[in-house]
């Protein structure tokens, strides 16, 4: 498998949407907390990437993803802060990898380039969320991120259950 990273422009993103679908369907299916509850019906999915769209226009939005040929496997958002107190940092949002493709490291592929392309843009400082306890908070606190603190009671999941939120960061200097 030869694995490639991508930056995906707002016209790549509209022609490859149900790639993108069938990722997002995948990962919150399986029951990543990236903002949906299970099961996460198309309509729903093609939604939010065409409004993605419109971010990865103007600039609100970075959007990578991984292949491995022509098949997407995963992706990862940054999202920059546009305030003039934070042009420093960035969120990162969404990262997905597909069941088909966990455990080869494409995860940490995707937030080793995301903190590229921070340091790119010139933001020395990421932020970012996680539901404690799940498998994401071992990869970012493996990779480096530090915990600001908790949320009880932030995200629910599919049972109704009210989970709690760590938020992470990373300084890149």
Do not use: C
Not at 10 to 24: D, K, N, S, Y
């Amino acid at each position: 498998m030869a694995f490639e990273i991508q930056q995906v422009s707002a016209e790549q993103l509209g022609a490859q949407i149900w790639a993108f679908v069938a990722l997002l369907q995948d990962s919150v299916d399986s029951g990543a907390s990236v903002g949906f509850l299970p099961p996460l019906d198309a309509h729903a999915a093609v939604q939010y990437w065409n409004e993605l769209i419109y971010d990865l226009q103007d600039g609100a939005v970075v959007l990578l993803a991984v292949y491995d040929g022509d098949i997407l496997l995963g992706s990862v958002q940054l999202t920059p802060a546009r305030q003039m107190n934070g042009r420093h940092r960035a969120e990162v949002n969404k990262l997905m990898v597909h069941t088909t493709a966990r455990r080869l490291g494409l995860g940490k592929m995707l937030m080793a380039a995301v903190e590229e392309k921070a340091r790119e843009l010139g933001r020395t400082l990421l932020v970012l969320d996680t539901r404690k306890g799940d498998v994401s908070e071992a990869l970012y606190r493996g990779l480096g991120f530090e915990a600001a603190g908790e949320i009880p009671g932030y995200a629910r999941s599919a049972s109704g259950e009210l989970h709690t939120t760590v938020m992470l960061y990373k300084n890149l200097r």
